[in-house]
């Protein structure tokens, strides 16, 4: 993603909020070319993995996933074997 | 000119130049090579390939190296055995097995760690490295010692001790992460991308590596005559071993080396942790598995990056997938033994475990002619077997003691019980 956000990791200050929200902050922030990496009509892209505190969000509730203030959000692509 | 174009993604079909990369920067979609196939199909040939090393190398030319230097410690040229015996318990009247466990580090990752250390070596990188549950490690931590490359490899901290001795011999950084498979991968992950001289084999030229999985089903084609098998069984972590193995027999029809590539791919999971083999079984998204426990470490992925792609495989080519249980695959890999004389470990296990039930269900014919491919060595996991053998009797070195022993009734067809001291 570093070649769209030009940044490994950014910072929000948004409170406690979901990973939804999380998002659409972050389109806000770096444009479409950001959001149609993540999203597909507005679902996750099948290879697109999102991590809250490192629990994948399908373990949680998706896209409605609590995120509290002190939380990190990881993207990262699916895992491979070996 | 090349056989190489370049990288593309298997998604969105983004192309890319040949360098390390394995993500798309379009959709976060896996990468694959690009190839030239006419100017594939202009170099190839039969006779070339019967001419050439008795390794994977002899398909050089199906695979994505640019330079003549290959970090070969033999992988690859790999006895097919027909499996007569297990064949003839099973109800199947043709079954061969492909037995990877002889390979110079006894698994078939030997075939794609020798093409991605080559690739590395292309690219100049200053260490490699790999994210494993077990059998990838000992062959990275070999084919680096032979290339003079320094290894970083993240394992997680519950595999097999065998797996963990035969890495350490080699010498590279071991690093064990507390948890599964995926969070050592996902470490290796953000190490590799923090690393960009680093090659990462199942990672970041991971697009290269998968290629090495071929190799299985050329030796196959090239073993049966350059025919095809009509199915075949293979285990499945992240789904990739099944996707390359189906990809390699339309690699042959495309360049003519066989005439049909019309081969049922069917795969197995150990029923707790089976993500891609319950879609296929319900038809249904690969939803990854949080929680799993199985003593079949080596295909412990609860999220598979190929899992889409491996579902799609199998039932567009008419197979199916099984879900043999813990018990199942140990008695499999008892099976193997006994029938076959080969030691697998549970990934192979899974395998034969996985070829029983798929043969029970009828969604393998007895009259087909089946390969399937047991990936790994069971000396690699002598600890999750020993529950499972009888220590042998200790007598006295007297004829009359052995004669005291209980003896079975032999039966070719049956397993043989170890000899029982008599109580």
Redesign the interface.
Known sequence: MS?VTHA?ETTLDIGDTTVKTVLDNLIKQFGPDFE???L?KGEV?????L?VN?E?I??LKGLDSAVKSADEI?I??????? | MSHVIGLKCR?CGAEYPAVIQ??C??????LEVNYDWDYISDHISKEKITSGPKSIWRYADLLPLESEKRIDLGAGFNKLHHAHRLGAVLGLDELYILDESVNPTNSFKDRVTSVAISKAIEFNVKAVG????GN??AAVGAHAAKAGLPAYIFIPSNIELGKIVQMLVYGPNVIAVEGT???A??LA?EVA?SHPDWAFV??NI?PYYTEGSKTLAYETAEQLDWTVPDHIVAPM?????LCAISRGYKELERIGLVDSADVKISGSQPLNCSPISCAVQNNSEV??V?KFETIVHSLA??????G?YAKKTILDSGGFAATPTDEEIIEAIHLLARTEGIFTEPAGGTTVAGLKKLVESGHIQRDERVVVYVTGNGLKAQDTLLKSLQRPPVIKPMLSEFEKLETPKLDIHAHKEPLLART
């Open positions: 070649n490994r149609k990496r993540i597909d892209r099948r290879f697109v993995n991590y490192g994948d399908r373990h990881s990262l692509p699916a895992v491979s074997g070996g | 998604e394995n993500t920067y379009e959709c976060f979609g896996p790999c994210a494993s549950t990838l490690a498979y995926d969070d991968n996902r992950s991308d199942n990672i991971r972590a992240s789904g990739a071993l939803v990854p949080r992925i609860g999220n598979p990056a190929d889409y």
